[in-house]
Structures are given as C-alpha cells and as structure tokens.
C-alpha cells in the first residue's frame, strides 16, 4: 500500500527511509507518515526530522523565482497566489489576483501596497490612503489609522470611522468630542 525510497551509507549494511508515497498519494520527505501532519490534509510533507529542514525551489534562472498556489479550478484563474524571489535585486514579494501585494526588500523593508520603498520610506512603508486597521474576528471595522493625501495623521474609530483625532503636516495635534 506504499512506495518507499531508502539509501545506504558507504560501508552500511543497513538501509534509512528518505521518501514514501503512501497508500492515498501523500508524498513524505524525512518522515514515515505524511498523513500524520495537519490531519493529513497535505499531499506533500517535507521534515526536517531533528534537524533542519526545508525545500529549495530552483527557477533555472537569475531573475525571478515563483512559488504559485493553485486551487481546483482551470487556466490562468488556478493561479491566483504566489510567492516570488527576484535575485537581481534580492526581494521577496507575496502576491495574489497576478498582482504584486507586499514587498520586503534587501533592507528588510516591508511594504503594502507599494512595490518600490524609495526616498524617505520607513521600515513598514504602506501605501498613501490605505489605512492600518483593526477589526473585530467577524471582520467588523473597530478603528484605524491612516495618512491622508495632506500629510495627516488621521485616528478613526468605529464601525462608521468616524474621525476622532489627528496630527498634522505641522505638527498641530487636534481632537475633539463632537
């Protein structure tokens, strides 16, 4: 009921497991059991056992390399999540819908929204007008935060954010409970 892959050190009468196909096509890396993980949800397990472990995807190329994550459907609609590297540059990007959503450079900037964090860009830069938001486990909006197209720092709350407080281009701090 499986298919299993075993080497032999130089010298050694006894042989290791290294890889198993199981009876319901999982593919095991460094385990015995690939259904024993995630309740056996995944089709591919590779464990690094006591040591490290880990998978190497290798483009064949210097540019760009793609993790792409498919589901059940057909054509270019399967492939709507990636993961990318791009060597030239060294950075890491995730992406979904075929478009680039977050970045992290060579630097170890993080950016949402923006491919490029050029100038005075911080170390989480996101992009102008897209809020930092927080909300409720039912996806409920509770408050966010967000710089406006003035420079503002803008402080909202509620599930209708309504403005509560901010900090202007020039410093001014303003609230109000009206």
């Known amino acids: 009921g499986r298919l299993e892959f075993h080497t032999t050190a130089d010298g050694a009468s006894s042989t290791t497991e290294r890889m ?9 890396i460094g385990t015995t059991d690939p259904g024993s993980f995630f309740a056996g949800a995944d089709q591919l397990v590779v464990s690094g056992g006591s040591g490290d472990g880990g998978i190497t995807i290798d483009s064949g190329t210097s540019s760009v390399g793609r993790l792409l994550f498919a589901d059940g459907t057909s054509g270019a609609d399967q492939y709507r999540g990636y993961l990318a590297y791009g060597h030239s ?28 964090m050029s100038g005075g860009a911080g170390d989480v830069t996101i992009i102008r007008n897209s809020a930092l938001r927080w909300a409720d486990s039912d996806g409920t909006q509770r408050a966010d935060i967000y710089g406006d197209s003035s420079s503002n720092i803008v402080f909202r709350n509620g599930t209708s954010s309504t403005e509560r407080m901010r900090i202007t281009d020039d410093g001014l701090f303003k609230f109000s409970n009206t």
């Open 89 to 116: 540059a060294n950075f890491l990007t995730i992406g979904t819908d075929g478009s680039e959503r977050m970045r992290i450079d060579s630097s170890g900037r993080v950016g949402i929204g923006v491919s490029t």
């Open 20 to 28: 198993r196909i199981d009876s319901s096509g999982r593919v095991g």
